[in-house]
């Protein structure tokens, strides 16, 4: 009965003090991030405004999915590229399925401490993102662009000679 006993507690502790979702994923996450045109410029800021990556794309981050005990994450990635309109994307973290194996496998110490203290608990929801960024015509030059209709005898002779006649 003892050689038996043995061998069962350990199973049971261990299955006690594990959690599934730390053990079928982790509390941190790939996310690629692909712009067109290649090689703008990437910034990665937390919830507190911490920023945490900043690079060019393309690039893969891996990033904590949890940020703090029973907390998720979120994150803001910001685009930005000469001649290119701004591109802001927000990245959360979501629940995670596995979480909920806690209940057949981790127990109460895999649903309220290991998953929810690591993270685990947490994925991303979304580890892609393509961005396009679109021109900004005002970021070009740096001075505006009008149309202003004159009369000839208001223009200086070195404007006059510059004039092109059109039949």
């Known amino acids: 009965m003892k050689r038996i006993l043995k061998p069962v507690t350990f199973i049971a502790i261990a299955i006690l003090l594990s959690?599934?979702?730390?053990?079928?994923?982790s509390g941190s996450s790939p996310l690629t991030v692909k712009s067109s045109p290649a090689g703008a410029q990437?910034?990665?800021?937390n919830r507190l405004g911490i920023q945490v990556f900043n690079g060019q794309t393309?690039?893969?981050?891996?990033?904590?999915?949890?940020?703090?005990?029973?907390?998720?994450?979120?994150?803001?990635?910001?685009?930005?590229l000469d001649g290119y309109a701004e591109?802001?994307?927000?990245?959360n973290c979501t629940l995670?399925?596995?979480?909920?194996?806690?209940i057949i496998f981790g127990g109460l110490?895999?649903?309220?401490?290991?998953d929810p203290s690591t993270g685990a608990m947490y994925r991303l929801e979304t580890n892609y993102i393509d961005a396009?960024?679109?021109?900004?015509p005002t970021s070009m030059?740096?001075?505006?662009?009008?149309?202003?209709?004159?009369?000839?005898?208001?223009?200086?002779?070195?404007?006059?000679?510059?004039?092109?006649?059109?039949?």
């Open 132 to 136: 396009t960024l679109s021109t900004n």
């Open 58 to 80: 393309p690039a893969t981050i891996l990033l904590k999915s949890g940020s703090g005990y029973f907390s998720s994450e979120a994150y803001t990635v910001k685009l930005t």
């Open 96 to 102: 995670n399925g596995w979480y909920f194996g806690n």
């Open 87 to 91: 591109k802001t994307i927000p990245v």
């Open 19 to 25: 959690s599934c979702a730390t053990i079928l994923s």
């Open 109 to 114: 110490i895999g649903l309220l401490i290991v």
């Open 141 to 167: 030059t740096n001075k505006e662009q009008t149309l202003k209709i004159m009369n000839i005898n208001d223009l200086s002779q070195d404007m006059r000679n510059h004039l092109v006649s059109i039949k």
């Open 42 to 45: 990437l910034q990665i800021t």
